[in-house]
């Protein structure tokens, strides 16, 4: 799971089982963060679930366009060309 806040600092967290390896069975995402997740590479499958709170509304919910992350985050190129994909502005 990658996180990148509104300053531009990000933290990447590895969801699973080996706890003995930094893993986390849990993670809470904060506020104002983009987030977006991929399998490790290795990996062949998850299982993931989300609970919010408050509860989600779609008034609150913004999808990541590749091309305004890539303008505020240029540093974060890899990660956002990683986990998003190219919009040709059709919805």
Same mark, same amino acid.
């Given at each position: 799971? $990658?996180? %990148?806040?509104? /300053?531009?600092?990000? $933290?990447?967290? %590895?969801?699973? &089982?080996? %706890?003995?390896?930094? &893993?986390?069975?849990? &993670?809470?995402?904060?506020?104002?963060?983009?987030?977006?997740? +991929? !399998?490790?590479?290795?990996?062949?499958? *998850?299982? !993931?679930? #989300? #609970?919010? *709170?408050?509860?989600?509304?779609?008034?609150?919910? /913004?999808?990541?366009? +590749?091309?305004? !992350?890539?303008?505020?985050?240029?540093? &974060?190129?890899?990660?956002?060309?990683? !986990? #998003? +994909?190219?919009?040709?502005?059709?919805?």
């Amino acid at each position: 799971l $990658c996180e %990148i806040g509104g /300053t531009g600092k990000s $933290c990447q967290t %590895i969801l699973g &089982h080996d %706890i003995n390896n930094g &893993h986390q069975v849990q &993670h809470t995402v904060y506020k104002n963060r983009w987030q977006g997740s +991929r !399998l490790v590479k290795g990996g062949s499958w *998850a299982l !993931l679930g #989300t #609970t919010m *709170a408050p509860g989600f509304t779609w008034e609150d919910f /913004t999808l990541g366009d +590749r091309d305004e !992350l890539l303008n505020k985050f240029p540093q &974060h190129r890899d990660i956002i060309l990683n !986990l #998003t +994909r190219k919009t040709d502005g059709l919805s």
